[in-house]
């Protein structure tokens, strides 16, 4: 059972139905927010989706084999598959300056943290 | 409420990842572990009429980072990988929220399962998957061995 994506609605990625794996990641915290580092291999740009709907951040890469035609596996220890990960988002990451590369085969994205507010002192009056 | 199969109980925070998206996509797909304990890198070999395929996983490495050389019949690869915080310095351990991606010296042999022609293996390396071409050595022919009396 799958939805299908109405075209006013922010498109759905729809889930691959061969293999799918979770990539290992790095998460680490700076001043400026968190950093993601995702393996990926065989993943190019133009095979990548990222997506930010609500507070949810999903990475899809999709890898093809590149195998010719013909190959006969002798041995084998890898599958080749899609990469799926989902991250739930704080409220402090601001969404619409999420960054993003992908450098051989593994992807950075960067998650700005908005500034924390200044503490704000509230007048009390005497009733 | 799903329940996690135990083969997976070792990473309960993955495994309520996967249950979380299957909930809320509703689909069912296949999944497997990364991080099942193999060789690094994991490697896959083909046969194909003309040369011997090898592929190898190997996300975040840089080309003049590899070194492949050949001996005897044995591929070695080897490399080093650097930790994620090369481009923004030391990081200390306690920024990291989760460290999963392995890094540091590797080096793996294979045996190459037939007669190459060495001298025109190649290899290329994209997306962070290296390939490499060993081209089959031709078949030599029988060659007749004259055989004289001894008288």
Partial sequence: MSRQPNSDEPREI???EQFVFTPPIDIYE???GLVLYADLPGVSVNSLELQVQDNKLTLLGRVEPQIPEGARPLHKEYEVGNYLRSFILSGEIIHSQIEAKLANGVLRIFLPKAPKAEPRRIQVNTG | MPIFRWEQSWNPLRDLEREVDRLIQGVEFSV??????RQYPAVNIFELDHEFLITAELPGMQVEDLDLTIANGVL????????PVI????????????QERPFGEWQRSISIPDRISEEHLSAEFNDGVLKIHLPKLEEELPRQIPVSSGE
């Fill in chain 1, 14 to 16: 729809a889930h691959p």
């Fill in chain 1, 30 to 32: 700076t001043e400026q």
């Fill in chain 2, 32 to 37: 497997q572990g990364i991080r099942m304990p």
């Fill in chain 2, 76 to 83: 070695t690869l080897k490399g080093h990988r650097n930790p």
């Fill in chain 2, 87 to 98: 481009d923004e310095g030391e990081i200390p351990e306690e920024r990291f929220r989760r």
